[in-house]
C-alpha cells in the first residue's frame, strides 16, 4: 500500500508545548550548527529559557496554539477523501505528531512505499533538509524500509503559484485596486552564515518573486510597486534582508498588501508576527490601509496542486 506524508515544522497545540517545540527546534543541527551535541543544547536550553515566555505570550494573541495542527488536519482529511487507496497523513518536526508516532502507524498498515512532500515551497537545509532528514533517521532506527521518494521545493510549480495569485486576488476588490497598493513578499529569514555554507532559499526566494511578478502582469493585476523583505529575525547575528520592519519605514506609498511568500499554511509568523506586530509598526509608520494575504492553506487551489502534481503524477 502506497502513502503521502506532508511534513512541516509543526507548532504548539497549546501553551504547554511552547517549551517543547522551542526545545526541539533549537537543538536541530540544522538550526544550531555545532559539531558539538553538548554546545547545542546549552545553546538550546538558553534560546529556550530566554523566549519562553514572550513566545506564549505570542500564541496567547491568536487563541493559545499554533494553527498549524488544524489548517494541516484539514489538509489531510480533503486529501483523503479524493484518494481511497492511498494513505495520507502528515508528521510534525518539533511538536507532535512527531514522525516517528506516524512510521509506527504506516508499519501497521503495511506500507511498502511513500511519498514525502514537505511543505516548504523553497528548499532550505533548516526546513526541507531537516523535515526528511528526521523522517528517514526515525524510518531507519524503527527498521522500516519502504521505498521513499520525496519532493525538494516546488515554488516554480504552475498551479502552486495560481493558488498564490488566487489568495492575492482575494484581498483586493478589484485587479485594477491594485494600483493603490504596494506589495511586499514577505519571507521568513535566514542567518547569513546558513547561506554562505550553500543553502539555496534566498536565491529561491528571489527567483519566486521573479516569477509571481511576471504572473501577476499577466492577470492585469499591477501593484504601485512590489518588493521583498524578510520576517523572524532572532538574535545578534547577522540575517538576511532587508527586514520587512525596514521596509514599511522607507516605503512612500501607505497602502500595503503583505504576501507571506515562504509560507504555505498560517501559523504564528503570519497570524501574530504579520497581522498583529507588524500591523503596529505599520500604524507607526502611518500607513492608511496594511493587509495580509492568507497562505494557501487547505483551500482548493492548493489541494489540487497537491492532488494534480504530486499523487495522480508521482515522481
Known amino acids: 500500500m502506497k502513502a503521502v506524508v506532508l511534513l512541516n515544522m509543526g507548532g504548539p497545540n497549546n501553551l504547554d508545548e511552547v517549551e517543547i517545540f522551542l526545545k526541539n527546534m533549537f537543538n536541530d543541527k540544522n538550526i544550531i550548527?555545532?559539531?558539538?551535541?553538548?554546545?547545542?543544547?546549552?545553546?538550546?536550553?538558553?534560546?529556550?529559557?530566554?523566549?519562553?515566555?514572550k513566545a506564549k505570550n505570542n500564541y496567547r494573541q491568536i487563541g493559545g496554539k499554533s494553527p498549524l495542527v488544524e489548517i494541516s488536519s484539514k489538509l489531510v482529511e480533503k486529501l483523503q477523501t479524493r484518494n481511497k487507496n492511498i494513505f495520507i497523513t502528515y508528521a510534525t518536526r518539533y511538536t507532535p505528531p512527531f514522525s516517528k508516532t506516524i512510521i509506527k502507524e504506516l508499519i501497521k498498515k503495511n506500507i511498502n512505499e511513500i511519498l514525502l512532500i514537505p511543505l516548504y515551497p523553497h528548499y532550505s537545509t533548516t526546513t526541507t533538509k531537516s523535515s526528511i532528514e528526521d523522517f528517514i533517521e526515525n524510518a531507519e532506527k524503527l527498521n522500516f524500509k519502504p521505498k521513499i521518494k520525496y519532493i525538494k521545493r516546488f515554488y516554480k510549480e504552475k498551479l502552486y503559484n495560481d493558488a498564490i495569485i488566487k489568495q492575492i486576488k482575494n484581498i483586493?476588490?478589484?485587479?485594477?485596486?491594485?494600483?493603490?497598493?504596494?506589495?511586499?513578499?514577505?519571507?521568513?529569514?535566514?542567518?547569513?552564515?546558513?547561506?554562505?555554507?550553500?543553502?539555496?532559499?534566498?536565491?529561491?526566494?528571489?527567483?519566486?518573486?521573479?516569477?509571481?511578478?511576471?504572473?501577476l502582469k499577466k492577470e492585469n493585476i499591477n501593484f504601485n510597486k512590489t518588493h521583498l523583505a524578510y520576517q523572524s529575525k532572532l538574535g545578534p547575528v547577522k540575517w538576511i534582508g532587508p527586514s520587512l520592519e525596514k521596509m514599511l519605514e522607507k516605503i512612500k506609498n501607505k497602502k500595503v498588501i503583505i504576501y507571506p511568500i515562504s509560507?504555505?499554511?498560517?501559523?504564528?509568523?503570519?497570524?501574530?508576527?504579520?497581522?498583529?506586530?507588524?500591523?503596529?509598526?505599520?500604524?507607526?509608520?502611518?500607513?492608511?490601509?496594511?493587509?495580509?494575504c492568507k497562505c494557501p492553506n487547505d483551500n482548493t487551489p492548493f489541494i489540487n496542486f497537491i492532488q494534480n502534481r504530486y499523487i495522480d503524477n508521482q515522481p
Open 172 to 215: 483586493l476588490s478589484d485587479n485594477n485596486n491594485a494600483q493603490n497598493y504596494d506589495l511586499i513578499f514577505s519571507a521568513h529569514s535566514l542567518p547569513q552564515k546558513i547561506i554562505k555554507t550553500g543553502d539555496t532559499y534566498q536565491k529561491e526566494i528571489e527567483e519566486h518573486v521573479f516569477i509571481l511578478n511576471k504572473l
Open 263 to 292: 509560507f504555505t499554511l498560517d501559523n504564528s509568523e503570519t497570524l501574530q508576527e504579520l497581522q498583529i506586530e507588524y500591523k503596529a509598526i505599520a500604524k507607526k509608520y502611518h500607513f492608511q490601509d496594511y493587509k495580509v
Open 33 to 53: 550548527a555545532t559539531k558539538s551535541n553538548l554546545l547545542r543544547k546549552i545553546i538550546a536550553f538558553m534560546i529556550t529559557f530566554s523566549r519562553k515566555e
